[in-house]
């Protein structure tokens, strides 16, 4: 079955400065790939997803970058603000009855 | 929006009690999953639904069972609780080929 890894698993950065998280998957299949933040006390809430037919997609300082041939993707935070500290997780959707794998998360501090 | 509701936010059973965790969405998803948080772990699956009385075994069945009697109700059953499975319980529901909605889980503490 799929196995999706993420680094860091913690990552601390200063105001401002941007945020980058990496993730593999096993599963060549694999066709859909969300990222979730996790605020304290809350369930995970999508903030952007990729599919496997696009290599990267924008919203406002969030980007996702996906490189199917080395079975990567990858989370991009820009100019990053204390409200973007929180859990991120990185999943792919394997093939059929849309199971969704998760990685073990990132946890991101960002420091004012 | 998607509402999805688990019955409790914290919970304190006994070893041995049986355990009902209940999960409820009101968008008419024919997907519903079942996800245990442990430090370090992520999201583990346990069991997920991809109809009414359908269920299909994640990553970690052992020791659960699940029940999906009506499209918006999805319950996972600890036959046995045990205190390995003291941990967060998340529920989630999505449309085919879609993002997944959660609620805010279930923290359980088995004692």
């Known amino acids: 079955g799929e196995n999706v890894e993420q680094h860091p698993s913690t990552l601390s950065v200063q105001e401002g400065d941007s945020a980058v998280i990496k993730c593999t998957y096993s599963d060549s299949a694999s066709n859909y790939f969300p990222w979730y933040k996790q605020e304290l006390g809350k369930g995970p809430q999508l903030i952007i997803d990729?599919?496997?037919?696009?290599g990267e997609k924008k919203d406002q300082r969030i980007a996702v970058t996906l490189n199917k041939t080395a079975k990567h993707f990858s989370l991009h935070i820009t100019e990053t603000q204390p409200e973007d500290s929180a859990v991120y997780f990185c999943?792919?959707?394997?093939?059929?009855?849309?199971?969704?794998?998760f990685g073990p998360g990132t946890s991101l501090s960002v420091i004012p | 929006d998607v509402k999805v509701t688990q019955s409790s936010r914290y919970l304190v059973k006994r070893t041995g009690e049986k355990v009902f965790l209940e999960c409820v969405q009101d968008?008419?998803?024919?997907?519903m999953f079942w996800y245990r948080q442990d430090p370090g772990l992520g999201l583990r699956l346990i069991y997920f639904?991809?109809?009414?009385?359908?269920?299909e075994k994640g990553d970690i069945p052992e020791g659960y069972s699940v029940s999906r009697e009506k499209k918006e109700r999805f319950s996972l059953i600890l036959e046995s609780a045990s205190t390995n499975q003291t941990s967060m319980y998340l529920c989630?529901?999505?449309?085919?080929?879609?993002?997944?909605?959660f609620g805010q889980g279930t923290r359980l503490t088995v004692v």
């Open positions: 968008m008419d998803h024919e997907n």
């Open positions: 990729i599919r496997s037919n696009v």
């Open positions: 989630a529901s999505s449309l085919t080929n879609t993002e997944a909605f």
């Open positions: 639904s991809y109809d009414v009385k359908m269920k």
């Open positions: 999943a792919a959707m394997e093939g059929s009855y849309d199971k969704v794998i």
